[in-house]
């Protein structure tokens, strides 16, 4: 739906909803989630879920986790992982764990990117086994996306960018390590994220839309922006100011 809050040069194809505040915009994509999954789960037996971490999905985080489904039948993993412990506060598999297993979610089936080698480069291979065991592609995605245009942890500096923008490969996940990051990232690649049934991009503040506007002047250049990759037909953005 198009409202005068639209982002410049937004297409027709892509969905563009808005919420008054964080937890009003969190309901509703927690309902369009649930939504999703519920009708996984009745068209194909089980549902697969992949967020992102950060602040800004902690109210949806904690709206889903309310919601009533059979959530036994829901797989849920990561977009993307800090190569930390999963005690660690960064720690994405941390977040989820205390804002979205809980409550009617506590009996999803949980998988995390965070495995025991003590790099992400050799962890690689044990967290590709694991995601092996989810029902792919996944049934819903849902993005954050950062000032530089980053999106999972599929970071501009990168040098491991052009491997995991690459639409051939067929690597579920891989380690980046993008110089303007402390920490080394494990993130699902580009053809695993774009294969998703339903994606979904949660926004927050003008100055995401700024990026957003920025991202959407030359889409063709994924390399600069790699949110560029999910500006496609069928995505629904979730915006607040």
């Not at 530089?148 to 990168?158: I, K």
Request: with cysteine; hydrophobic share 40%.
């Amino acid at each position: 739906m198009r409202t005068p809050e639209s982002p410049i040069g937004l297409p027709e194809n892509i969905d563009w909803v808005t919420a008054v505040d964080p937890p009003t915009l969190a309901l509703r994509l927690a309902r369009q989630v649930a939504d999703f999954l519920n009708a996984a789960i009745t068209e194909r037996g089980r549902a697969t879920l992949a967020v992102s971490g950060g602040r800004t999905p902690v109210p949806f985080f904690r709206a889903l986790s309310s919601m009533k489904l059979d959530w036994t039948k829901v797989e849920i993993t990561l977009a993307d992982e800090r190569w930390v412990a999963p005690a660690h506060p960064d720690s994405n598999e941390r977040l989820v764990r205390e804002n979205l297993l809980v409550g009617e979610a506590a009996s999803a089936h949980f998988v995390g990117l965070k495995s025991e080698p003590s790099s992400a480069t050799r962890g690689q291979e044990s967290t590709e086994r694991a995601l092996a065991e989810l029902a792919w592609p996944l049934d819903v995605l849902v993005l954050g996306m950062g000032n530089d245009g980053h999106t999972a942890s599929l970071f501009p500096d990168a040098p491991e960018l052009g491997d995991a923008l690459a639409v051939a490969t067929q690597r579920r996940c891989m380690a980046l390590h993008p110089p303007s990051v402390p920490q080394a990232r494990l993130s699902l690649t580009r053809s695993t994220l774009c294969q998703a049934r339903h994606v979904l991009l949660q926004l927050q503040g003008k100055e995401k839309k700024a990026v957003l506007e920025k991202a959407l002047v030359n889409p063709c250049r994924e390399d600069e922006m790699p949110i560029r990759a999910f500006l496609r037909p069928g995505l629904k953005i979730y915006w607040n100011p």
